[in-house]
């Protein structure tokens, strides 16, 4: 070979080398980018499961209290409107909770199940479903 063809062979590497970099720099500042935009759209999710959230939780703390209050009946009342109030914000909580929505329909199910007799539950049983569902809605994230 000559030394322009020689020449012409190392430039050409040379083009193709930058444009491989060029090419790589463009695809990192991609990948940052989509994982910004994963991260806002989970703060989003987040923003949007708190008003969803709240209903159900404001419901569980005032059984709660209630049950340490001693007043079971009160608590009974109360939380015979969960199953309503679980039924609205339920499907909007599902898609936002992704594999954790088992056990969050679960303990919500126990929820259920202990307050829809007629005769009240133990302090114990009652108040074991609620903190057992609210634990379960504190570690969805909502802020």
């Known amino acids: 070979m000559t030394r322009s063809a020689w020449g012409g062979v190392i430039l050409a590497s040379l083009l193709l080398s930058s444009c491989q970099g060029a090419k790589e720099s463009m695809k990192q500042a991609g990948d940052g980018m989509g994982d910004a935009a994963k991260q806002a759209a989970g703060d989003a999710a987040s923003m949007a499961m708190a008003p969803a959230l709240a209903p159900l939780t404001d419901l569980l703390k005032q059984g709660e209290s209630q049950i340490k209050a001693g007043n079971m009946q ?7 409107g969960f199953e309503g109030v679980y039924q609205k914000v339920g499907p ?41 569902l609210m634990g379960l809605l504190k570690g969805l994230k909502t802020s």
Do not use: H, Y
Request: glycine content about 12%; charged content about 10%; cysteine-free.
């Open 92 to 132: 909007l909580i599902q898609p936002m909770a992704g594999d954790k929505w088992p056990a969050i329909d679960a303990a919500a199910q126990q929820v259920i199940s202990t307050f829809s007799g007629t005769t009240p539950p133990s302090a114990e049983n009652g108040s074991g479903a609620i903190t057992g």
């Open 74 to 80: 009160a608590a009974m009342t109360t939380m015979g």
